[in-house]
Every structure is written in structure tokens, then in C-alpha cells.
């Protein structure tokens, strides 16, 4: 089984960074895709990031790009979301993924971030 644990969420000001951190237990990681998405007070999970297994291929949603950066430690088991310039509608759970192929893949329980204006 495997199991995802994020932490670096908080409570930041506009304009402010906050970097996120994800290890995976129970499975190598670095054959997978892994990710990150969000998930704000009323509204539907979204995709924020995407990392592919050689860390050389990302995605961002383009509400994101410029200001995050995603990255991969396979050695770590690790996947980073580094938040910068964050604005009051960064605001939202954050949540942590990893795939096999075409699997559903796993989700982490997830970080609180919030940015106050």
C-alpha cells in the first residue's frame, strides 16, 4: 500500500512563498507521474502540477505558472511544490498524488495553505 504524507502547508501573507513536500512510503516512485492539486473551500479539486518520472517534463494549470515550481527527488521518494508570490485565491488544501501508468494512483490526506490578503 501506498501511503503519501505532505507538510509545509501554512498561513502566509500575499506575496509570500511557502514550499510543499510530499514523501511516499510503501512504492518506489521513480517510474510514476506525481502531482499536485488543490482543492478550495466549495469548489472542485483542480490540477495545479505535474512531474514526469525523469523530473524533466512539467505541467502547470496556467493560474500557477511563473509563480510555482514543482520537482522530484526519486532518491527521496519526494516530490516538492515551491510557492511563490502567492495570492489570497492560492488559498485551498493542497493534496499530493502519484501514478503508475494508467492506475488510478494515490492521494496524500492533504496541507492547508492559506494566504491572507
Known amino acids: 500500500q501506498v501511503r503519501l504524507v505532505e507538510s509545509g502547508g501554512g498561513l502566509v501573507q500575499a506575496g509570500g512563498s511557502l514550499r510543499l513536500s510530499c514523501v511516499a512510503s510503501g512504492r518506489a516512485v521513480s517510474s510514476s507521474t506525481m502531482g499536485w492539486f488543490r482543492q478550495a473551500p466549495g469548489k472542485e479539486r483542480e490540477f495545479v502540477a505535474a512531474?514526469?518520472?525523469?523530473?524533466?517534463?512539467?505541467d502547470y494549470a496556467d493560474s500557477v505558472k511563473g509563480r510555482f515550481t514543482i520537482s522530484r527527488d526519486n532518491a527521496k521518494n519526494t516530490v516538492y511544490l515551491q510557492m511563490n508570490s502567492l495570492k489570497p485565491e492560492d488559498t485551498a488544501v493542497y493534496y499530493c498524488?502519484?501514478?503508475?501508468?494508467?492506475?488510478?494512483?494515490?492521494w496524500g490526506q492533504g496541507t492547508q495553505v492559506t494566504v491572507s490578503s
Open positions: 512531474i514526469r518520472w525523469t523530473g524533466s517534463s512539467t
Open positions: 498524488h502519484v501514478m503508475w501508468g494508467g492506475s488510478p494512483g494515490y
